[in-house]
């Protein structure tokens, strides 16, 4: 089993940052991408970046592309997801996943419990 733990969330202005943080722990060796997904209010969770456990290859939603960045630290089993500019759109829980096969799963069997991230406009 792997456990993921998602921090950094909260209520912010539009325009501003915030660094969302997942450390993982447990059997950290079953998995090799980790990243994000987003679920807004009423909305279906929508997968947001993901990166591989060497850093090298990464995925982003074009809709945050310009404004995101994700990132790793394995030596901390932690990922990082940079949202810089941020906008009230960008309101939702962020879950932060990890998956054995796809940067960019559709199901990945390992979630954590998700940080809130608020924008007000």
């Known amino acids: 089993q792997v456990q993921l733990v998602e921090s950094g969330g909260g209520l912010v202005q539009a325009g501003d940052s915030l660094r969302l943080s997942c450390a993982a722990s447990?059997?950290?060796?079953?998995?090799?991408?980790m990243g994000w997904f987003r679920q807004a209010p009423g909305k279906e969770r929508e997968f947001v970046a993901g990166?591989?456990?060497?850093?090298?290859?990464?995925s982003t939603a074009n809709s945050v592309k310009a404004r995101f960045t994700i990132s790793r630290e394995n030596a901390k089993n932690t990922v990082y997801l940079q949202m810089n500019n941020l906008k009230p759109e960008d309101t939702a829980i962020y879950y932060c996943?990890?998956?054995?096969?796809?940067?960019?799963?559709?199901?990945?069997?390992?979630w954590g419990q998700g940080t809130q991230v608020t924008v007000s406009s």
């Open positions: 996943y990890a998956d054995h096969i796809y940067i960019a799963p559709s199901r990945p069997p390992y």
């Open positions: 447990g059997r950290t060796d079953n998995y090799y991408y």
């Open positions: 990166i591989s456990r060497s850093g090298g290859s990464t």
